[in-house]
């Protein structure tokens, strides 16, 4: 149960009884969970009226101290609207999606004879887009065979009426080996391309049924006439669509437009697979991997994963197919079949999924394998090198940066089991010294830094490494020593010069072997520390410089260079335009002196 601050139980009492999203917000107003609700004030009273079993949900609702809500039309808009943004969020305790990466699609250009190709992204150009598949081998497959049945043109020429009057064009290679039937010289009409591309353009929907149909029609009209080499073209465009069509179909075709979804689920994860069926055949299939947050029951899981598969794949089926019932969105009706065709198509999508699990389970416990002999050989070694009580599994690097005393940062790189922890990385922007003072910035970083783990009960761990030598070193013990964690973790400090390790209390510093793993670690860790470091000391001073000139300028407030900037983009910009445009931005009187400064002559 969470403490609610007046202000959090007035807005919570206040919450609508309608679809919508809720997020969740801590001290810092950082977003640590988004979810959705068909009734937000149900939804989120519930929260701060029971007790939780699960230790992560308690935690994560001890740390509400604000919400965030939006109301939408219905509860799919709240679907769709819920999952968007945690992607862009990212918040601590939902969901994490495991595989996040953009699909491939066919584009059929919007231009005379069109091109048939795939992409990653698409634009809006007028093109026809179909898809997205589930991975490029698929979407490959599709392709090869339409180009197979159907010889269209890859090259980019605008084959307009004019220019293949004009002969601007000549037929290429592809021309004479077949794959395409020259049309920029005039060989194939448009009206006959065209067809072909209306052939395609059924294969890219699933209905090659009906293409089957249409090229059976064709040929017995050809061999009516006693055109039998074009019959004969015409049978092997057949038996390559059949045979296409047999690799695929699985089950009773009248199960025209349908979603499958197969989940199962260990401690910490669960797998989702996908068919996408249309008229009894398998046109894609996708499986991912979701990680547990807040112990999510299975149902959960299931409903996140189809609302995102859906979503990215664009899908529109009517009719879902799943082993658990759960609830729908309003876009679909949910099946849980029993028997028959549906249940062997769950039954496919079922070991599919599991298949998946065993080989990521199987490649994780090689890869752990590998990795956990690696660190601790490594880390057993630093242990004895550093004369340290415990294994530094976990252990953390500082380094300052300052340029002449310019925007002091500092930086905390973390490393676990001998890698790097990228997603603990911290930067800090030095607030209490002033002036270029290593000491005391690290002093405080290290105040901050560990005071907060305090606060939070979060592990501490077993080996700080400071950047610098005994000034630095001495500078960390001390805050160490005020908030009490004296002797409670081990601390060393490495001099850049003859790569020395300072100890405390030690004036005679220690000098590992050149090539010693120990060393090599320490070093990684120093060398990332100071990268992650200077990176945000750039950037920040990047931004500082863009106000710098703005800033000198008497009678000009931050609010009118925060127009500036959005305006112009930048100082220099600023610098390029005329009184005249600087003064549609700002007004006169405050142009004129902005104007006057940047062109003193």
């Not at 598949?133 to 497959?141: F, G, L």
Request: hydrophobic share 35%; proline share 4%.
């Amino acid at each position: 149960m969470g403490k609610t601050t007046d202000q959090l139980k007035q807005k919570i009492t206040e919450l609508p009884a309608n679809p919508g999203i809720y997020q969740f917000l801590d001290t810092e107003g950082n977003i640590i969970y988004i979810g959705k609700a068909r009734n937000l004030k149900k939804r989120v009273q519930s929260y701060f009226t029971k007790s939780f079993d699960n230790r992560k949900t308690a935690v994560m609702v001890s740390k509400i101290t604000d919400l965030k809500f939006m109301v939408v039309e219905t509860e799919f808009d709240a679907f769709l609207l819920e999952n968007s943004l945690i992607k862009k969020y990212q918040p601590r305790y939902n969901i994490q999606l495991r595989d996040d990466k953009s699909f491939p699609w066919i584009c059929i250009k919007n231009e005379r004879f069109p091109r048939v190709f795939g992409m990653r992204n698409p634009v809006s150009d007028g093109s026809e887009y179909h898809g997205p598949y589930a991975n490029v081998k698929v979407m490959n497959t599709v392709l090869d065979l339409a180009s197979k049945l159907y010889p269209i043109r890859n090259c980019n020429f605008h084959l307009s009426g004019e220019n293949i009057a004009a002969k601007k064009f000549r037929v290429c290679l592809e021309y004479q080996i077949g794959n395409c039937l020259g049309p920029c010289e005039g060989f194939q009409n448009e009206q006959e391309y065209n067809e072909s591309i209306n052939q395609i353009r059924q294969i890219l929907k699933g209905n090659v049924s009906e293409v089957i149909h249409h090229l059976k029609a064709q040929m017995q009209a050809f061999s009516a006439k006693h055109a039998f080499e074009k019959a004969e073209l015409i049978k092997q465009k057949l038996q390559r669509l059949e045979a296409f069509q047999a690799k695929s179909t699985v089950v009773n075709p009248r199960i025209s437009h349908v979603d499958v979804f197969a989940i199962q689920t260990d401690d910490n994860h669960s797998f989702v697979n996908y068919l996408r069926v249309v008229q009894g055949a398998i046109v894609q299939t996708h499986t991912i991997e979701l990680k547990k947050q807040l112990d999510e029951s299975p149902e959960e899981m299931l409903s996140f994963a189809i609302t995102d598969l859906r979503n990215r794949l664009k899908s529109s089926a009517r009719e879902v197919i799943v082993p658990l019932k759960i609830e729908s969105d309003g876009q679909f009706s949910v099946t849980v079949p029993e028997r028959g065709d549906r249940k062997k198509l769950l039954d496919l999508a079922d070991r599919n999924v599991r298949y998946y699990m065993l080989e990521k389970h199987r490649q994780k416990e090689t890869r752990t394998s590998k990795s956990d002999d690696r660190a601790e050989r490594i880390l057993t070694r630093l242990q004895k090198d550093l004369r340290m009580k415990e294994l530094p599994v976990h252990i953390e690097c500082f380094d300052n940066s300052n340029i002449q005393g310019s925007d002091p940062v500092a930086a905390m790189v973390v490393f676990r089991s001998a890698l790097p922890a990228k997603k603990d990385y911290r930067h800090f922007n030095i607030r209490t010294v002033e002036g270029p003072d290593d000491f005391a910035s690290m002093e405080e970083i290290i105040t901050r830094r560990y005071g907060r783990l305090i606060r939070e009960q979060q592990p501490l761990p077993q080996l700080i490494v400071v950047d610098g030598g005994k000034g630095q070193l001495n500078a960390a013990l001390k805050a160490l020593t005020q908030l009490g964690l004296k002797g409670k973790m081990a601390v060393i400090g490495i001099a850049k010069r003859l790569e020395e390790i300072y100890f405390p209390g030690d004036p005679v510093p220690l000098y590992l072997d050149k090539k010693s793993e120990s060393l090599r670690l320490i070093q990684h860790m120093r060398n990332e520390a100071h990268r992650f470091g200077i990176t945000h000391h750039r950037k920040k001073r990047v931004k500082n410089s863009l106000t710098s000139e703005l800033d000198a300028i008497q009678g000009i407030g931050p609010k009118t260079r925060t127009t500036l900037l959005k305006s112009f983009k930048s100082v220099h910009q600023i610098k390029k335009a005329s009184m005249d445009e600087i003064t549609a931005v700002i007004g006169p009187a405050k142009a004129s002196l902005v104007f006057r400064t940047l062109h003193p002559e």
